[in-house]
Nanobody
Framework: QVQLVESGGGLVQAGGSLRLSCAASGRTFGGYTMGWFRQAPGKEREFVAAITWTVGNTAYADSVKGRFTISRDKTKNMVYLQMNSLKPEDTAVYYC????????????????WGQGTQVTVSS
């Protein structure tokens, strides 16, 4: 059974940085895609970034391109989201998720989810 555990959230001022981590376990992830999503209060869950486990192909939401970087460490079964130049509109609960197959940005195409970590950006 796949288990995803996020960490690294917190409170940061606008312009600051945070690095989120996702510890993945329960299977080998070759052929899988790992994604980060976020959900703000009263809003739908939205795609942030994704990376293919084997090759490392990436995709980003337009709203975070140039500010966020997704990466993975296959030796540690970890996925990271480096977030720079944070804005108040980045405030949300951030979730790690995984799916079998290539990059997708629709949360309904991901079948395993972590519990989420809160990111709050103050102005």
């Amino acid at each position: 059974q796949v288990q995803l555990v996020e960490s690294g959230g917190g409170l940061v001022q606008a312009g600051g940085s945070l690095r989120l981590s996702c510890a993945a376990s329960g299977r080998t992830f070759g052929g899988y895609t790992m994604g980060w999503f976020r959900q703000a209060p009263g809003k739908e869950r939205e795609f942030v970034a994704a990376i293919t486990w084997t090759v490392g192909n990436t995709a980003y939401a337009d709203s975070v391109k140039g500010r966020f970087t997704i990466s993975r460490d296959k030796t540690k079964n970890m996925v990271y989201l480096q977030m720079n130049s944070l804005k108040p509109e980045d405030t949300a609960v951030y979730y790690c998720a995984t799916r079998s197959g290539f990059l997708r940005n629709d949360p309904w195409e991901y079948d395993s989810w972590g519990q989420g970590t809160q990111v709050t950006v103050s102005s």
